[in-house]
């Protein structure tokens, strides 16, 4: 068969490719922007890509398009396709269709942690030798690839509540039809596509609604809205973890790289792995609640966890400069802010951070969390906003909420500027965005090594 996919180079998009050509499939594709590096890993797999939607990439016809969820009405290829009755489907619903259908899923859902946990669990069934399929919205550090068809019955999803396309508004996860369930974490989110959390709940409501009777759902004990939402109905087993879960920990480490795992109160084994952060303590209890759901005792998902490696963009080191050390990380809501300078103050003590924040998401550019974007940057002692040009809220309002130094700019080059000249040995800067920041992990890596090579 051959598919052609409009919006190709997108995560999701480019693994259902990915997939796709594994599978047998003759594959091309077109995006708005083809570039590095999600271009060269698909021109590497043999898929043809075209810049842009000229109509003339569908001659010849395909057997089905495959539509992305960032693809409108107006654009020349869907009205093509529309207007000569060519087949066509959400890449959700061809993934279900097509892979999913015959498989166990294992779907991670919620606000925060999908990728990181998502490829937790890839890797604990990985290292069982069950070759699990999995297509994740980053690559897991202990894979080279994002997505793969697999080899076995069971499939990880990372399982986003984001819509499915422009003639499907239902989110993306009520395709996926999962058996073993991590419904992680819920807060508002999405500004663009959801009015307010009620019809994120509705959504997280119908997706448990169609889970079999001898699933499981596994979620965090403390979590209000997840709890509520499982209040609302739910008809398959469940378990919870956090303090006083089914699933705990003891004997943690301040920064949280090291725990005893509980089940039931019963000892399983002991983490020591490269992670940091309250937050990736509760992630992999969640994974491993969810790979002993197919059959991996906990002791060899906590071996496996011992060798797990991060995606990219998880307080990724960029590079160490003279003592300076840089930072990235995908953190674009408030919570995961907080978390992730919660866990980086643990692990450095005192020393000095430098939080560097791009509203890059549709619900931070339109001020939906600025009565509490200021409170999740408080473990950083000095405060660098980067926001757009075009807001339409105050955001200089924010500076009355500062409890530590802050600066608000427009410009990356002028905070590159900035830092270079108030930067000291010793210091951490953070760079949090979900977007590439203008490359500024690269401007400050190249403004300090300047500083560097007149010191010496």
């Not at 709940?201 to 965090?220: D, V, Y």
């Not at 809220?393 to 590159?416: C, E, G, H, M």
């Amino acid at each position: 068969m051959h598919l052609h996919i409009l919006g190709i180079c997108g995560t999701f998009m480019g693994g259902v490719a990915a997939i796709a050509k594994e599978l047998g499939h003759t594959v091309t594709g077109s995006d708005e922007n083809v570039y590095p590096p999600m271009s060269t890993q698909l021109e590497s797999l043999g898929i043809q890509l075209t810049q842009g939607y000229d109509v003339s990439q569908l001659n010849p016809r395909p057997d089905c398009v495959i539509i992305g969820n960032a693809m409108m009405r107006g654009n020349p290829c869907v009205e093509y396709v529309l207007n000569n009755n060519i087949p066509y489907y959400s890449a959700p619903e061809w993934l279900y269709r097509y892979v999913l259908q015959d498989k166990w899923v294992l779907a991670v859902a919620g606000t925060h942690g999908k990728t990181t946990t998502s490829g937790m669990l890839a890797w604990i069934l990985e290292y069982a030798k069950m070759l699990p399929g999995f297509l994740i919205g980053g690559v897991p550090g202990n894979f080279t690839v994002s997505a793969r068809a697999g080899g076995s019955p069971f499939f990880v999803i990372e399982a986003d509540e984001y819509d499915t396309a422009f003639f499907d508004k239902r989110s993306k996860f009520l395709h996926y039809r999962p058996r073993t369930l991590i419904f992680n974490n819920l807060e508002f989110d999405h500004a663009d596509i959801f009015d307010d959390l009620a019809q994120i709940k509705k959504q997280f409501h119908h997706l448990i609604r169609a889970m079999p009777e001898n699933g499981l759902i596994i979620s965090p004990i403390d979590d209000v809205n997840t709890q509520d939402v499982l209040a609302s109905g739910c008809w398959s087993d469940t378990q919870t973890f956090g303090d006083k879960g089914l699933w705990d920990c003891k004997d943690v480490t301040q920064d949280s790289s090291g725990f005893t795992v509980l089940f039931d109160d019963k000892e399983q084994g002991r983490v020591e792995w490269q992670l940091i952060g309250e937050h990736n303590r509760l992630n992999a209890l969640a994974a491993i609640a969810a790979a002993r759901h197919v059959g991996v005792e906990p002791r060899y998902a906590i071996e496996a966890l011992n060798q797990f490696v991060n995606a990219k963009r998880r307080l990724e080191v960029k590079g160490v400069i003279n003592g300076i050390t840089i930072y990235d990380d995908f953190a674009h809501h408030p919570t995961a802010i907080a978390y992730t300078l919660s866990a980086l103050r643990n692990k450095i003590g005192k020393q000095k951070i430098i939080a560097i924040l791009e509203f890059g998401s549709y619900t931070m550019r339109h001020g939906v969390h600025k009565d509490t974007i200021m409170q999740s940057l408080s473990e950083a002692d000095e405060i660098i906003l980067k926001t757009p040009q075009d807001e339409s809220w105050d955001v200089d309002a924010l500076l009355k909420q500062a409890s530590k130094p802050t600066l608000i700019f427009t410009d990356t080059d002028k905070i590159v500027a900035h830092v270079k000249q108030h930067v000291k040995t010793g210091d951490h800067i953070l760079v949090m965005s979900n977007k590439g920041f203008d490359g500024i992990h690269g401007k400050l890596i190249s403004s300090l090594n300047k500083i560097h090579e007149n010191m010496t």
